[in-house]
């Protein structure tokens, strides 16, 4: 992929990215509390005049620096692990505002939710809705709980984050959860507090999500035959950003949501990248330069350990080089070559971009990989012993750093003999 124009540079002036890596070494993931702030506030101003609150999925970055600006907009936080549910509690997501959801939530993190008393907990099959009745009733309390729909909708997204097909490891179907809420009502533990669906995620359209709203309104409709009537009707979260680009205004998910509207529902979404991903870049350095058969590498400090979406999935996330054409699109410029950026890491799938034209690039120079604000520091490892980069924001033109960089003494901690 070529090097694109792109909208978020503004955010991040050169002066700033190359005092950022001066300053906290490299790579180095650097946020922009300004763009962040407005990615969230897109979402309240599509739904404004609505009942609807947002639980920001804390998947897409859990960092706390970052979090406690999306709580302080009033967000709630849909969390997939006991983990993350402290650091949601931590980053000051209230307990109420706070949505369990996952496969495989173990007996110890039901417990936990529980004990914080969050909003509900959603449930993802029969026997995970049987293990929550055994620990609250072992608690003497009443839990509330969602069933995650599977709508059996095609979301048009990579297959590795389309979650809402038939087939798919995710929620239940609608006949199952039918009968899964009908068993709720007799047990008497149980309080119906929302249905659940999540399609998928980098859905770039309204069209999926319309198709799978209707047919769980239809299956409202279905359990209000039963009497029971969930407050909630979460939509998931899964709205796309282009990579390179802000966040397409979340309207047409509001139109997806009508049916719930007309039926007086109170609405839950749950962005993640959308929100997440357009305010981060990857900041790297370019340690070599190399060129092997016809292709042209240069070698970054940041790799797949630090940033597994191109690896992963294939992402493409546009490349900048700082002080170099500052937001023009290299095509075209005949100096330009076409090159792969790869990391350090022992592994050929190691690559944070291939096929991008850009200029002459020196050794020494600075890298910069857009969008890489959610699924970035959250999904990164230790793989070849490694240390995770730190995390920094800008806020009102200074740097303040959220997380530090890793040592390796941080690898070793848990080691115990
Ligand atoms: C249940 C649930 N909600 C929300 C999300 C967030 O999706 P996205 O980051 O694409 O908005 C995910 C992502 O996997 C999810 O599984």
């Given at each position: 992929m070529s090097y694109q124009k792109s909208s978020l540079l503004?955010?991040?002036?050169?002066?700033?990215?190359?005092?950022?890596a001066e300053r906290f070494g490299t790579p180095l993931f650097l946020y922009s509390r300004e763009l962040l702030e407005k990615q969230a506030d897109s979402y309240i101003k599509a739904f404004a005049g609505t009942d609807t609150l947002f639980c920001y999925a804390m998947k897409a970055n859990s960092t706390r620096g970052l979090c406690a600006v999306i709580a302080a907009k009033g967000f709630g936080a849909d969390v997939v692990s006991g983990g993350e549910l402290f650091r949601a509690l931590r980053a000051g997501f209230p307990a109420e505002k706070i949505i369990f959801s996952g496969v495989g939530k173990t007996e110890d993190e039901i417990r936990y939710a529980l004990r914080e008393n969050i909003l509900f907990i959603n449930a993802e099959s029969f026997e995970e809705l049987r293990l929550i009745e055994n620990v609250a009733r072992s608690m003497g309390k009443k839990v509330r709980f969602s069933i995650r729909l599977n709508p059996d909708v095609d979301p048009h997204t990579h297959a590795y984050i389309s979650t809402g097909k038939s087939g798919s490891k995710f929620g239940v179907s609608f006949d199952e959860a039918f009968e899964m809420y009908r068993y709720a009502a007799a047990s008497g533990n149980f309080v119906p507090a929302g249905v659940h669906s999540h399609i998928g995620s980098q859905i770039s359209s309204g069209g999926p999500y319309k198709t799978a709203e209707i047919r769980v309104a239809e299956f409202i409709d279905r359990l209000s035959s039963l009497g029971i009537n969930p407050?909630?009707?979460?939509?998931?979260?899964?709205?796309?950003?282009?990579?390179?680009?802000?966040?397409?205004?979340?309207?047409?998910?509001?139109?997806?949501?009508?049916?719930f509207l007309r039926r007086g529902k109170k609405l839950i979404l749950e962005p993640g990248r959308s929100?997440?991903?357009?305010?981060?870049?990857?900041?790297?350095?370019?340690?070599?330069?190399?060129?092997?058969?016809?292709?042209?590498?240069?070698?970054t400090d940041g790799g797949m350990n630090d940033f597994?979406?191109?690896?992963?999935?294939?992402?493409?996330h546009p490349v900048y080089i700082p002080g170099k054409a500052t937001g023009e699109n290299y095509v075209g410029k005949t100096e330009n070559m076409l090159c792969d950026i790869a990391g350090p890491v022992c592994e050929s799938a190691d690559f944070l971009a291939r096929n991008v034209m850009l200029p002459?690039?020196?050794?020494?120079?600075?890298?910069v990989l857009l969008s890489a604000g959610a699924y970035g520091i959250s999904m990164s490892s230790n793989y070849n012993s490694r240390p995770r980069a730190a995390e920094v924001m800008i806020e009102n033109g200074e740097l303040k750093l959220l997380r530090r960089r890793e040592t390796v003494q941080d690898i070793i901690s848990a080691e115990v003999c």
């Open positions: 503004r955010f991040f002036p050169d002066g700033i990215i190359k005092q950022a407050e909630y009707t979460d939509m998931g979260g899964g709205w796309g950003a282009a990579e390179g680009f802000e966040m397409k205004s979340p309207s047409e998910l509001r139109e997806a949501a009508e049916p929100i997440a991903a357009p305010c981060g870049i990857l900041i790297s350095r370019v340690l070599y330069r190399k060129r092997s058969g016809s292709r042209n590498y240069i070698i597994l979406r191109p690896s992963l999935y294939g992402a493409e002459p690039v020196e050794q020494g120079e600075l890298a």
